[in-house]
Nanobody, 131 residues
Framework: ERQLVESGGGLVQAGGSLRLSCAAS????????LGWFRQAPVRQAPGKER?????????????HYADSVKGRFTIASDNAKNEVYLQMNSLTPDDTGVYYC???????????????????WGQGTQVTVSS
C-alpha cells in the first residue's frame, strides 16, 4: 500500500523557519517525483486549490520550485529512508496553509502535475505563520 505521512507543521512567527518531513512507504523513489503543495486558508482561496510549492525527482534529485518560494525553501530527499523534506525559511503569513506531500509518476516530469488526480497524497500538516 502506498502511503505518505507528513509531519513538522506548526505555528511560527514571520521570519521564522520550519522543516516539514514526509515519510513515504510503498514507493520506489526512482520511479516517482515527490512534492509539496499548499492549500491556503479558505478566506484566501475560496476554491481551496492546492498549489505546488516544490518537487524533487526521486531518481536524480532534480528540483523545481514555485516562484514565490525560490531562495527561501529547499526540498531534499533521503532515498535510503524514503523521506522527503521541505526546509522553509523566512516565512511570511502568505505561507500559511495546509501542506500536503504528494507523489506522482516520473513520466509526468519534475513539475507540478496539471491533473492532481494522478498523484498520491498525504493527509496534510498545518503551517501557520503569524505576523
Amino acid at each position: 500500500e502506498r502511503q505518505l505521512v507528513e509531519s513538522g507543521g506548526g505555528l511560527v512567527q514571520a521570519g521564522g523557519s520550519l522543516r516539514l518531513s514526509c515519510a513515504a512507504s510503498g514507493f520506489d523513489f526512482d520511479d516517482y517525483v515527490l512534492g509539496w503543495f499548499r492549500q491556503a486558508p479558505v478566506r484566501q482561496a475560496p476554491g481551496k486549490e492546492r498549489k505546488g510549492v516544490s518537487c524533487i525527482s526521486g531518481a536524480d534529485g532534480t528540483t523545481h520550485y514555485a516562484d514565490s518560494v525560490k531562495g527561501r525553501f529547499t526540498i531534499a530527499s533521503d532515498n535510503a529512508k524514503n523521506e522527503v523534506y521541505l526546509q522553509m525559511n523566512s516565512l511570511t503569513p502568505d505561507d500559511t496553509g495546509v501542506y500536503y506531500c504528494a507523489a506522482w509518476s516520473i513520466v509526468f516530469g519534475v513539475e507540478f502535475p496539471g491533473n492532481q488526480n494522478f498523484a498520491y497524497w498525504g493527509q496534510g500538516t498545518q503551517v501557520t505563520v503569524s505576523s
